[in-house]
């Protein structure tokens, strides 16, 4: 008798139930960590912000937006979407207005959900099998993405009236700066810490120490 035969109609339908909503909280639980931890790097790195804007020296937390998606998969993008009207609302207060907030958040979170569905194709890379070409291709689409995303949301604030016309090549360049900045040193880790932390443990006490204080 086969297996799906083995289980009555009814106890298959609980199962399947109880799965679906199994899974629907384990992607609720990790989807509110994303927007904590979103928050969190958004007030650490919000310090010497450039002319009063949005717009600091180290952005680290798109990268958090990147990793769920290329790893987790699109079921995560309504989080991603709602994490920067979230800080900007923690974190700052809605700095601009209502519209402006919603016209600016927008550009960056569609901008980022963008760009990581982009680099899907990158989820199984890890430290073992990561070929040269397959990490400058990595940086240089960051590298361009950051800048697409830079010149979009600066656009905006120049729409609104935020900024003035010869600025905005200062502001692109800090916004480019600081996103391109915190998505490199956070998304290799990312992607490979589960393979540097086995490799971690097969060294040495002496490599161990070496390695955490290079590290920080």
């Known amino acids: 008798m086969s297996d799906a035969a083995a289980v009555p109609p ?16 384990g992607r609720s639980a990790l989807g ?19 002319r009063g804007l949005d717009v600091t ?4 937390q798109p990268a ?10 699109t079921a995560y993008i309504p989080f991603a979407l709602a994490a920067p009207f979230l800080s900007d609302w923690i974190v700052r207060d809605f700095p601009l ?7 600016y958040d927008g550009i960056f979170a569609v901008g980022y959900v963008g760009l990581a569905l982009l680099m899907r194709r990158f989820r199984s890379i890890n430290a073992d099998d990561a070929r040269v070409q397959d990490m400058a291709w990595l940086v240089s689409t960051i590298m361009l993405g950051c800048l697409a995303i830079s010149a979009a949301c600066t656009e905006m604030l ?13 502001i692109i360049g800090a916004f480019w ?23 971690w443990r097969r060294g040495t006490t002496r490599q161990r120490i070496v390695d955490l204080a290079v590290f920080a």
């Open 64 to 73: 958090l937006t990147l990793i769920l998606i290329i790893q987790r998969g």
């Open 32 to 50: 509110v960590a994303y927007l904590a931890a979103y928050v969190a790097l958004d007030w650490l790195s919000f310090f010497e912000e450039f």
């Open 57 to 60: 020296l180290w952005n680290p």
């Open 10 to 25: 009814v106890a298959g339908e609980r199962r399947d139930k109880g799965l679906f909503w199994l899974r629907a909280a």
């Open 97 to 103: 207005n209502l519209a402006g907030t919603l016209a």
């Open 158 to 170: 120049e729409l609104l009236g935020i900024i003035k016309e010869h600025r905005a090549r200062q």
């Open 177 to 199: 700066i600081g996103d391109a900045s915190g998505i490199l040193a956070f998304l290799p880790f990312f992607i490979t810490w589960r393979d540097a932390l086995r490799t």
